[in-house]
């Protein structure tokens, strides 16, 4: 069961909550805002994996704050939802809603190769990257974006981050998107219109985290809203491979607002900053033409 009416705003959704009480998360995490609007959509007809990671927390015995199932596995999440989904199949339980919600770690790099499996056999999972930007510990990944300093890179990661819903969308999906939590209603519509397709969907979801980006957990949504405004995030979705923005500002502001509401990027220079506002324009300008794909603009 999932919720088909459309949903015109946010006093349309569904009332009923299946992430209740007190999360063991930290304080303003945009992973835990993402977990809830998507289970008020899918609700209680759903299984949810999830790597090792961020989403642990919430489901270690003897108590969770999930009131659907919820299994972690490491490295390899998608393979073991595959196997769930397999399974309920042949029981004849259709019904049920296999949600991967894995952090960008384990999306991006150590589970990308089991997802791309599942997307190749067409196993009807619904996957939702949360993207915080680096493995929990703040630890680079591949989704870490140039300049960011982590844990493992305190001067600054020194490359651009991988563009993984192009990937996934050369795996020939009915459906992809990148989304964010600061455009909740983008995100739910685009949520409602995957859960409509079979096979693999994805969405990349972009989820702020306070700890590791360095800001005040009370400004979760500005910062999220922020990446998408300076086209650091932009948000589109891919349908039956066709192209659209789904949130095109006006006018991109400069990436340096983005930049200067987080520590994580104190010590680009001037350089620095420069070459990622290029690239960042490079991109937009091929978004706005639908020339995603063409490689060879950036």
Not at 51 to 58: A, K, N, Q, V
Not at 72 to 101: M, T
Not at 111 to 139: F, H, P
């Amino acid at each position: 069961m999932t919720v088909n009416e459309p949903i015109e705003s946010l006093n349309d959704l569904p009332k009923k909550d299946f992430l209740l009480g007190r999360a063991e998360a930290c304080r303003g995490c945009g992973a835990l805002i993402g977990l809830k609007l998507a289970l008020k959509i899918m609700e209680k007809n759903t299984i949810v994996v999830s790597s090792f990671g961020c989403m642990t927390l919430l489901a270690t015995y003897p108590q969770t704050v999930l009131k659907v199932p919820f299994i972690h596995v490491p490295s390899n999440p998608v393979a073991a939802a595959s196997g769930i989904y397999h399974s309920l199949r042949s029981a004849g339980k259709e019904d049920i809603n296999v949600l991967c919600y894995i952090g960008d770690g384990a999306t991006y790099d150590s589970g990308l190769e089991s997802l791309s499996a599942a997307a190749v056999r067409k196993d009807n999972l619904m996957y939702i990257c949360y993207n915080n930007q680096s493995y929990t510990g703040s630890y680079t990944s591949s989704a870490t974006p140039y300049g960011a300093k982590t844990a493992t890179s305190p001067k600054g990661y020194q490359y651009f981050r991988k563009s993984l819903a192009k990937i996934m969308a050369s795996h020939n999906l009915h459906y992809v998107a990148t989304a964010s939590v600061a455009y909740p209603m983008d995100f739910v519509r685009k949520l409602q219109k995957a859960l409509s397709f079979p096979g693999v969907k994805f969405i990349d979801l972009l989820t702020p985290c306070p700890v590791g980006w360095g800001f005040d957990p009370s400004n979760t949504i500005e910062v999220a809203r922020m990446a998408v405004q300076t086209g650091a995030w932009p948000l589109y979705e891919i349908e039956n491979k066709k192209f659209s923005l789904t949130v095109a500002p006006t006018r991109l502001e400069p990436v340096e607002r983005y930049f200067i509401m987080q520590k994580r990027f104190s010590s680009l220079n001037k350089n620095e900053k420069e070459r990622i506002q290029e690239h960042i324009e490079k991109e937009w300008k091929c978004l706005l033409r639908k020339k995603y794909w063409e490689v060879s603009e950036y």
